[in-house]
């Protein structure tokens, strides 16, 4: 996927997993037979998913009635996956295995160990990989739905009409950016080739001093691929790679992620304020955009729920 394609994961996401304390967790009981409890258009929700989303709270520390929220929680993400199946907005196996095993890193666990983590728990990696799938694909459909924030006005209109509210034309960072992506196949993805690739990318992290001669570094290096990815506005930063790229000063790289592709890093080889109408257009968009599509999608959402066939058991 391009970097600037706008790969969101959704701060539900984000929230749900930074929350885990993953301090031990006492065995649940055996679960009982499974039954049908919830049907979502013909999709089935059983007592063993809504054991398993209680889990899931309880992990994340949540109060209050776990079993009322967890049928709830479970009949939203069924109409949402619903639509995203509709529209063909399902995000890969690939890419939810991929966010699986970056959010074990980030918890510096491999993804052996978090999965143990979540069968201890009574959650199961399934169940998370699924909960996974979901806020992945979700914001797929709205912007499906909705496209842009401020679609269909001119760049003009839009820098107007900030000018109308007694704004000032707002500046950005402009980012001159360049790619390199240590290539790990899908069927070699094992964590230690995982983490000899890092280990491999962190070593040339540490020679790369510029943009200029990026071509000639990577010379000779197995399965390294180099792009260059050009002018880049801040508002423009996949919401993953933002945090690093806006700490990373120019001619130094980022810190090495694990993606779907393999271990990739960002090279800023320049980074300039700017102040024109297209830098307005972005600030523009971004600062007006989460708040629309989140009204978009409680909307569409809502919808969804009224044409739904829901049968409680």
Known sequence: MNIVATLRLSGLLIAATLAFAFAPVAAPPAQAASE????????????????????????????????????????????????????????????????????????????????????????????????????????????????????????????????????????????ILQQVIFVVPQNKRSRATLNARKREADQLRGRYQGCDNAASVITGLRDVTLRQLGRIMQPQLPTEWKPLIEKTKAGNATATRITDRGVEFLVVCSAKTVTDDKAAELVFRAENSEAGESDAAKEHLAQLRKRAVIANR
């Open 36 to 175: 049908i409890k919830i049907v979502v258009n013909n999709q089935a929700i059983t007592s063993v998913d809504i054991a398993r989303r209680v889990a899931f709270l309880r992990l994340q520390r949540t109060g209050g009635n776990l079993g009322k929220k967890a049928r709830e929680q479970l009949i939203e993400e069924a109409l949402k996956y619903q639509e995203a199946a509709r529209i063909r907005a399902l995000v890969s196996d690939a890419q939810v295995n991929a966010s699986f095993e970056r959010f074990a890193s980030s918890n510096n666990l491999s993804s052996k160990q978090l999965s143990q983590v979540l069968n201890q728990a009574g959650v199961t990696p399934k169940h998370f990989k699924n909960f996974i799938r979901v806020q992945m694909s979700w914001p797929r459909v709205i912007q499906a739905k909705t496209g842009a924030s401020g679609a269909g006005l001119s760049t003009q209109d839009l820098v107007s009409k900030m000018l109308e509210r007694g704004n000032d034309k707002p500046s950005t960072t402009e980012y």
